[in-house]
């Protein structure tokens, strides 16, 4: 296959959108088109974030010669999120 699939849902959004920017479009096919660019986001975004892991592991053995740099970091990474969550939707508002 010339294009994976991945690819693909990153250029249906983009295709689709070419189509809506025409005058007269109706509500429905906007609608269509928003759902399809989130789902090519959601792809893109997947897709970051597991080039970014090689990435940052990369360069972490590259200047310490161990992973612990790009590890600490993951590790502070998911604390942050968890805390936001945690202030966001867990605690208790007074």
Same mark, same amino acid.
Do not use: K, Q
């Given at each position: 296959?010339?294009?994976? *699939? ?9 295709? /689709? ?6 005058? $007269? ?8 088109? /928003? ?5 090519? $986001? ?6 970051? $974030? ?5 990435? /940052?592991? *990369?360069?972490?053995?590259?200047? &310490? ?13 998911? $604390?942050?999120? /968890?805390?936001? &969550? ?6 208790? *508002?007074?």
């Amino acid at each position: 296959m010339l294009l994976h *699939r991945s690819a693909l849902l990153l250029l249906v959004p983009a295709v /689709a959108t070419a189509v809506v920017l025409e005058p $007269g479009t109706s509500y429905g096919t906007l609608l269509l088109t /928003a759902c399809l660019a989130g789902v090519g $986001g959601g792809n893109f975004a997947s897709s970051i $974030g597991g080039v970014l892991v090689n990435f /940052a592991f *990369r360069e972490s053995f590259l200047a &310490t010669r161990n992973g612990d740099g790009a590890y600490v970091a993951f590790v502070a990474a998911y $604390g942050v999120c /968890a805390g936001v &969550t945690w202030t966001a939707y867990v605690r208790r *508002r007074a």
